[in-house]
């Protein structure tokens, strides 16, 4: 069975939504997912005027039953987003649509865009979740599609671990948007946090 991924081409970004993304790909090319590429750094005109055009261009020929993953949300705008999706909805059998975040939870929007992101993703036959509170949400706001459920996100290193542990071990690693997750300042454990991502508060917290 043939396999296909939609991959961004955009530049590397300093935090961790970014790695998630070319990890999941890194992932599937092991599993002979072949790229189909999209230029995520075009203009928002650019964006309007090619990308459907672009794309349908390098699907035509691929075989229907294939499988086609892509990975959510991909940041081209409502209009193009809808766009891209279709496309691909429209002539493969077997979609997949892997999330990484869902804007419309995230911001606590209107009822009117949260239909229309579950609209969009119940075009595909297959829907992976983070966990059962985002299976959950999606389900009560009518996510149809067949959900599957990825659990803890364990993100690749080519660096190993050489910890010595003991009775008195406890370390946490978060990744993330620090601006935006304030919660961690509160926890600040000594210096047993260590934080990766951007935005980082000057002056609170005492981490690595």
């Known amino acids: ?19 998630a993304v070319r990890d999941i790909s890194e992932i599937l090319s092991k599993m002979d997912f072949l790229n189909i590429y ?22 035509q ?7 086609f993953l892509v990975q959510y949300p991909f940041y081209l705008g409502t209009r193009v987003t ?10 493969f059998d077997n979609t997949i649509v892997l999330i990484h975040d869902l804007p419309t939870l995230r911001e606590n929007a209107s ?16 829907v992976v979740t983070h966990n059962t509170r985002m299976s959950g949400w999606l389900k009560d706001n009518g996510c149809t599609s067949k959900i599957l459920e990825l659990g803890l996100f364990d993100y690749m290193t080519n660096s190993s671990l050489n910890v010595e542990k003991n009775n008195n071990y406890k370390r946490i690693f978060f990744a993330g948007n620090l601006g935006k997750s304030k919660f961690i300042y509160n926890k600040a454990v000594n210096n047993n946090y260590y934080l990766y991502g951007i935005n980082r508060i000057d002056g609170q917290g005492d981490f690595n």
Do not use: W
């Open 82 to 91: 809808a766009q891209v999706i279709d496309e691909i909805t429209s002539k």
């Open 61 to 67: 020929d691929l075989p229907r039953e294939s499988y």
């Open 111 to 126: 009822k009117k865009l949260v239909k229309r992101e579950i609209s969009n993703l119940n075009k595909f036959k297959f």
């Open 1 to 19: 069975m043939n396999r296909f991924m939609l991959t961004m081409m955009q530049s590397d970004a300093n935090h961790a939504g970014s790695k």
């Open 38 to 59: 999209i230029d995520g750094q075009q203009s928002r005109l650019e964006r309007e005027i090619f990308t459907k055009s672009n794309l349908s261009r390098k699907l």
